[in-house]
C-alpha cells in the first residue's frame, strides 16, 4: 500500500468517524436552564441572571434521517462518499475508472465540503462535526492528483 493510498484511507476513516461528533449547536431563544435544572421560559425578577444559562442543543448529520425526506441522505453520503472508492481500489481498476475517478474526486469532496458547511450554518452555528466534515473533504481532494502516479 503506497503512502498516498494510506493517507487517503486515513482521511476516510477520520471523516466517516466524524459523523459522532454534532454538525451544529443552536441555543434557544425562547427558554433558560435555572441553577436548579428546570427549564424556565423567562428568568424571574429579582434572580442573578449569570446563573440562567440558554440551553444549546446540538444537532447530528444522521440525526434527520428519515424515510419521508430522502434529501437527508445527501448529508450522510457527503461524510461516507469515499468508502465505497476505498472498497473498490483494493480490485484492481482499468485505466479509465482510474481517469473517472481522478477528475470525480477533485468535485465530490467539494461538493461534499460546501454541502457540510452550507447546512451547518445555515440556521445554526458550526460545530466539531462541521469542521472537520469540511476540512477532511478538503485535505481529500487536495492531496488527489498524486495518489494515482
Known sequence: ??????????????????????????????????????????????????????PVSRHYAWSDLSPREP??????LAFLWPLPGLAYARVGKPARVKALAWWSE????????????TVATLFADPAAGAYSGTALNANKRLKLPSAYK
Open 1 to 54: 500500500m503506497t503512502t498516498m493510498r494510506r493517507i487517503k484511507t486515513g482521511v476516510a476513516i477520520m471523516l466517516s468517524a466524524s459523523l459522532a461528533l454534532p454538525l451544529s449547536t443552536t441555543t434557544s431563544c425562547s427558554a433558560y436552564v435555572a441553577p436548579d435544572g428546570r427549564t424556565v421560559a423567562a428568568i424571574p425578577l429579582g434572580a442573578d441572571s449569570n446563573a440562567y444559562d440558554r
Open 71 to 76: 434529501g437527508n441522505v445527501l448529508l450522510l
Open 106 to 117: 477533485p468535485l465530490l469532496a467539494a461538493g461534499a465540503a460546501w454541502l457540510i458547511w
